[in-house]
């Protein structure tokens, strides 16, 4: 069984601030990566995906992976308030484990 | 361009009643995919449907079928519910299995009473 790990937050940063959001994953053979973000009451959606070691930049966002630590994390610089929401790692593995699992989430509140 | 439609949006139902929760893309993907989203627990994988004609188990399926009515359509059926299964349910598809983003729909809120 998969399991992803995340900070269950809630984590709370100013506006204007770094907010860094982490995620942990038991299958060292997953592959690909994501980020989705979901705001109270509304379905997920993807903000960032990895398949490579090493950082992925979007905007504001920046993507980090590590394979040989299980470790992904998100970066959200210049936090704003319409940032405030739960944040959702989900890893899948390869070959026939290709089904993505989701992490908890993280309730990230960014304060004006 | 509507992407993933589900239907309904909210629902409540008696203990023992059956409903089919319907979901259809229109992004030619391959595979789908139903969840639900318990607080605390994340969204857990029911069902899925990596491509047309084909039907796998999730992580929980316990007290749910489904059927892949051909490439746009995967419905959800609740045969008799229960109130372990009040929650919120997504669909979601994929263009092909194996690492693609998920699209998910906007989500049916259930209720069981």
């Known amino acids: 069984q998969k399991e992803v790990e995340q900070n269950s937050g809630p984590l709370s940063v100013p506006e204007g601030a770094i907010a860094s959001l982490n995620c942990t994953y038991s299958?060292?053979?997953?592959?690909?990566f994501f980020w989705y973000r979901q705001y109270s009451g509304k379905s997920p959606e993807l903000i960032m995906f990895i398949y490579s070691n090493g950082d992925k930049e979007d905007g504001r966002f920046t993507a980090q992976l590590n394979k040989a630590s299980q470790y992904v994390s998100l970066l959200i610089r210049d936090s704003q308030p319409s940032d405030s929401a739960t944040y959702l790692c989900?890893?899948?593995?390869?070959?026939?484990?290709?089904?993505?699992?989701f992490g908890k989430g993280t309730l990230l509140t960014v304060n004006p | 361009n509507a992407g993933v439609t589900q239907t309904p949006k909210f629902q409540v139902l008696k203990t023992g009643q059956s409903m089919t929760l319907q979901c259809a893309q229109d992004?030619?993907?391959?595979?789908m995919y139903w969840y639900r989203q318990d607080p605390g627990m994340g969204l857990r994988l029911i069902y899925y449907?990596?491509?047309?004609?084909?039907?796998d188990k999730g992580e929980v399926p316990n007290g749910y079928n489904v059927s892949r009515l051909n490439k746009r359509e995967f419905s959800l059926r609740l045969e008799s519910a229960a109130p372990s299964q009040t929650s919120v349910y997504f669909c979601a598809s994929e263009i092909s299995t194996g690492g693609s983003p998920l699209h998910f729909g906007n989500g049916t809120r259930l209720t069981v009473t």
């Open positions: 992004m030619n993907h391959n595979s």
């Open positions: 989900a890893v899948n593995g390869g070959g026939s484990n290709y089904k993505l699992t």
């Open positions: 449907s990596a491509s047309e004609g084909t039907t």
């Open positions: 299958d060292r053979g997953s592959q690909s």
